[in-house]
């Protein structure tokens, strides 16, 4: 019976800097062979970064991710490295080398390519039919997939294990969302008893654009159990002894039939190596519900600003909830001394928001700067007097407080090379409640896919962990307002935040109709109002900068709505 120390290698990897990945990636691999690794895995698209969108449809990228492919594997050894990369035919295929002993011993081509949500993998790759070579590694079979391959009960890993594999290896790129840590699990364990073969899944971590990967990887064995974890959104190094069992006998005696396939072809790696010691087998505890959504947005930021050559990002300062929770998330993401908080205040800024705002930034130990705004807004409000009839107060005049602000923020942003992240919530977004060129100004969105009721908890979460209120009790006591004018409310525009936030999720995520949210014992008048809102403010949400995405279902990539659109809902 063949023990097979395996490897997976949790990176976080950059899109487009193929020189800069093939390093990381060598540099892994080579630790596993001081481990004495019989196989490594890195995630999927390694060489590229994940997702490489339209630098697919440039043939000097993909020529130019096989050569590094090549250079990598002149360098590996014994120890086989599973790498994921794009590979040109007559169509591309997003494909996986198996390397060892200076080249790439052979490839499997990846068979189902998600086309739903946030994936796009039929614009750039065709399906491949065949499941490829077994791998003899350590003398054992190893058979290779790629993501979205283990999703399928009827898929690759089913018909691998009938065909003679013994172990299964899983490269992925699998986006984070809240409660994804838990689906991959049922569906790993699932997939692995079914098939009787134990599945090494690698995932990558980290952020690209407004996607957040979580790591997480994992060993199930045969029997649906998980004997590894790595850690969720950092990089991780997990080293698995797996002690690989013939699984004939337990095929043979299997109630639902034994699955026929025809024996794969083997590709000779390596032999099995005598007298290692075993590893103990490690498994991190998965993080608590809010606190990983926290560590998403910490990790999604701290890659967004630094990926992008930023050093340092600045924050409008309010005094209110959601301002603090971003300061909050950018401190932990990027150090105080890379946050400047920028405070704004107008005639309608209570004192208590300028003071909270002060107490938020100590306690963080954030910079502050003072722009107070009442002599731009005044100076608008006279050149616009003819225009806009003589004066008065409403909405226009409201809004422009919070596109002078934004104005303030783009031009720091301009003079000092400091990324604007925005500070509007899910909520918000949904409904329109935030002002196109004014608080939606900035380079991200940290809590674009948050909701408001989140955000509280968010917030009361991260000052239980610092058993202290880092962000004051004041700021989560008071009600919210956006302080426009006097003694305004968000309730007096929106409907309170715990009815209005199951229908955004249920209007925008679950893709639920007006009725059936009726139906299901929402507030009729509530529910039409907010599909409208929603509705009517998608050429808003168009302009947004992109931020993170931690739901099933976030505003960008994967919800795509006609602007111009009479369908009442």
């Known amino acids: 019976m ?12 950059v899109v487009g800097d193929l020189e800069g990945n093939a390093a990381r ?31 697919l449809l440039r043939p000097a990228f993909v020529a130019q991710a096989g050569e590094w492919l090549e250079k990598v594997a002149a360098r590996t050894g014994r120890a086989a490295a599973v790498i994921g990369f794009p590979q040109p035919d007559r169509d ?45 590694v350590g003398g054992a079979r190893v058979a290779v997939t790629v993501c979205e391959d283990a999703w399928s009960p009827t898929g690759p890993v089913l018909t ?3 065909g003679g594999a013994e172990l299964v290896v899983n490269i992925n790129a699998s986006p984070y969302y809240a409660g994804r840590l838990r689906e991959r699990e049922t569906m790993l364990s699932t997939r692995a008893a079914d098939a009787s073969v134990p599945i090494l899944y690698v995932n990558l971590v980290g952020g690209q654009d407004e996607l957040v990967f979580d790591g997480a990887s994992l060993l199930v064995d045969g029997d649906g159990q998980v004997l590894a974890r790595a850690r969720q959104f950092a990089e991780d190094f997990l080293v698995v002894d797996v002690d690989v069992r013939p699984a004939f006998r337990r095929r043979a005696l299997d109630p639902r039939g034994r699955g026929r396939a025809a024996p794969l072809p083997e590709v000779a790696v390596s032999d099995v190596r005598l007298g290692e010691p075993p590893v103990a087998h490690r498994v991190e505890e998965p993080l608590a519900p809010v606190r990983e959504v926290y560590e998403a947005l910490v990790l999604a930021t701290r890659d967004y600003v630094h990926k ?50 002060e107490a938020l930034a100590q306690n963080l130990g954030l910079r502050t700067m003072t722009v107070p705004i009442e002599a731009a807004h005044a100076a608008f409000l006279s050149m616009l007097a003819e225009p806009l009839g003589g004066g008065g107060s409403g909405l226009a005049e409201e809004n422009l407080q919070a596109r002078v602000r934004g104005t303030i923020l783009m031009t720091i942003s ?35 896919d948050v909701p408001k009721t989140l955000v509280y908890a968010l917030a009361r979460d991260r000052n239980e962990r610092a058993r202290r209120p880092l962000i004051p009790d004041s700021v989560l006591e008071k009600p919210p307002s956006a302080e426009l004018r006097p003694d305004q409310r968000d309730s007096d525009s929106l409907p309170d935040y715990a009815v209005l936030d199951p229908i955004v999720e249920g209007y925008v995520e679950d893709d639920r109709s007006v009725g059936e949210l009726v139906e299901e014992g929402h507030d009729p008048e509530a529910v039409r109002r907010v599909a409208w809102l929603v509705d009517r403010n998608e050429y808003k949400r168009r302009q947004a900068p992109p931020g993170v995405r931690v739901s099933p279902k976030a505003f960008g990539k994967d919800r795509r709505l006609p602007i111009t659109n009479r369908w009442p809902g």
């Open 308 to 357: 992008n050559g930023f050093a340092d990002v600045l924050i409008g300062l309010s005094g209110g909830i959601d301002s603090s929770l971003v300061a909050a998330v950018a401190a932990d993401a990027l150090g105080p001394d890379h946050v400047v908080g920028i405070l704004m205040p107008s005639r309608f800024s209570s004192p208590g928001s300028v003071s909270d705002a």
């Open 25 to 55: 990636i060598l540099e892994a691999y080579e630790r596993a062979d001081q481990t004495g690794a019989d196989l490594v895995a890195f995630p999927e698209l390694a060489i590229t970064g994940y997702p490489p969108e339209d630098l």
């Open 92 to 136: 591309l295929y997003n494909a996986a080398a198996v390397c060892a002993q200076g080249r790439v011993l052979g490839v499997y081509r990846k068979h189902l390519l998600p086309n739903y949500a946030v994936f796009d993998e039929q614009r750039y790759f065709e399906p491949w039919p065949s499941d490829g070579p077994v791998f003899v």
């Open 2 to 13: 063949p023990r097979l120390r395996v490897v997976a290698a949790q990176l976080n990897l």
């Open 160 to 162: 691998q294990a009938a």
């Open 414 to 448: 301009n003079k000092f090379d400091w990324l604007v992240l925005t500070t509007g919530n899910k909520s918000e977004m949904a409904t329109g409640y935030s002002t196109l060129y004014g608080d939606m100004a900035g380079g991200f969105a940290v809590i674009k």
